[in-house]
């Protein structure tokens, strides 16, 4: 049961274009969502993070919006670099039994100069 | 101040086997998550120690052990290897515990492979 899920394996953007990343989930216990970007060769490194009370938060070109009636959350990267490109993994975790981090099967990023 | 180190870094191991991975943790956390990323999978979670207790399971068989020790470095070990415990096991470590929502720094892996 994958209780978060990237539908996009993969993804190409133009460099200085909009790069948008998307993220469902199932579980309502959810309350706080992460993303990770992985480099080959190395572990995922934290990029941007979301609580359920809020609806987007923002971090230099990085901003993550999570609508909760949907269950949805997308990550936007703008302007795309060549340097961006990687795997994002998303991620959630909840309060109670859900403290567990639930990651999704990640989205490769290509960023093409 | 170091990061997260994982070692060995690749390893192959036969079917019934035993395997013993390692992570040394950032300086100054006390928590490790250890996590397994199957092929084209995201990584799913195996265990948390927090001041060498574990402190929280995923869905996996007690075969899976792990062991923090005082200096907070850890030990993820598998008995009885099965071919679908091939994957890249990660471990992340962080300070304190928040309920997931303690950023985690993750070391590069170790790639098992059983054959």
């Known amino acids: 049961d994958q209780q978060v899920k990237q539908n996009s394996p993969s993804l190409s953007v133009q460099e200085g274009r909009i790069s948008i990343l998307n993220c469902d989930y199932t579980n309502s216990m959810f309350d706080y969502f992460l993303w990770y970007k992985k480099y080959p060769a190395e572990g995922p490194t934290f990029l941007i993070s979301?609580?359920?009370?809020?609806d987007k938060n923002e971090d230099g070109r990085f901003t993550v919006f999570l609508n909760k009636s949907a269950k949805h959350l997308s990550l936007h990267i703008v302007p795309s670099q060549p340097g961006d490109s990687a795997v994002y993994f998303c991620a959630a975790s909840g309060s109670g039994g859900y403290q567990k981090v639930t990651f999704g099967t990640g989205t490769k990023l290509q960023v093409i100069p | 101040e170091t990061g997260v180190t994982q070692s060995p870094t690749h390893l192959i191991k036969t079917r019934g086997q035993q395997v013993t991975l390692r992570c040394s943790s950032q300086s100054g956390h006390n928590t490790v998550s250890w996590y397994q990323q199957a092929l084209g999978q995201g990584p799913q979670f195996i265990f948390q120690?927090?001041?060498?207790?574990?402190?929280g399971r995923g869905n996996f068989p007690p075969r899976f052990s792990g062991l923090q020790f005082p200096n907070y470095s850890s030990e993820l070990n598998v008995n009885a290897l099965e071919l679908d415990d091939s994957a890249l096991y990660l471990c992340a470590s962080s300070w304190g515990l928040a309920g997931g929502r303690e950023t985690q720094y993750f070391g590069p892996g170790t790639r098992l492979l059983v054959l």
């Open positions: 120690y927090y001041r060498e207790e574990e402190n």
């Open positions: 979301i609580s359920s009370i809020k």
